[in-house]
């Protein structure tokens, strides 16, 4: 998460959005937000974990979310998922190329 703050700025030239989902409630987002200095917009899917379900990111099991990063373009379309859970940082990068490259197919 920490990465797509500091890519933050490059997201927004490209006029893309990054959010955060889990599957915990509203304050504890809030509360690591803070603790890992993200500003974008982060969204609860708690208590029912529907966004998550509806994404293929929740893990029944272990009632949490997959580490997955969503590209989805100014149509609504889903262009591409990222889910490589071990490396978040490679999200952030990835996920920028990938909407860079829409934009210049635009």
């Known amino acids: 998460?920490?990465?797509f703050q500091r890519l933050l700025p490059e997201f927004e030239q490209l006029?893309?959005?990054v959010w955060g989902v889990s599957v915990d409630m509203a304050p504890?987002?809030?509360?690591?937000a803070e603790h890992c200095g993200v500003n974008f917009k982060m969204v609860s899917g708690f208590p029912t974990h529907d966004g998550a379900k509806a994404l293929g990111a929740f893990n029944e099991e272990r009632s949490v979310t997959f580490r997955k990063s969503f590209i989805i373009d100014k149509?609504?379309?889903?262009?591409?998922?990222?889910?490589e859970p071990r490396e978040m940082?490679?999200?952030a990068n990835e996920s920028l190329e990938i909407v860079r490259g829409i934009e210049r197919k635009t």
């Open 1 to 3: 998460m920490q990465e």
């Open 15 to 17: 006029n893309t959005q």
């Open 28 to 32: 504890t987002q809030r509360a690591f």
């Open 75 to 83: 149509q609504g379309v889903l262009r591409h998922i990222i889910d």
């Open 89 to 91: 940082e490679r999200h």
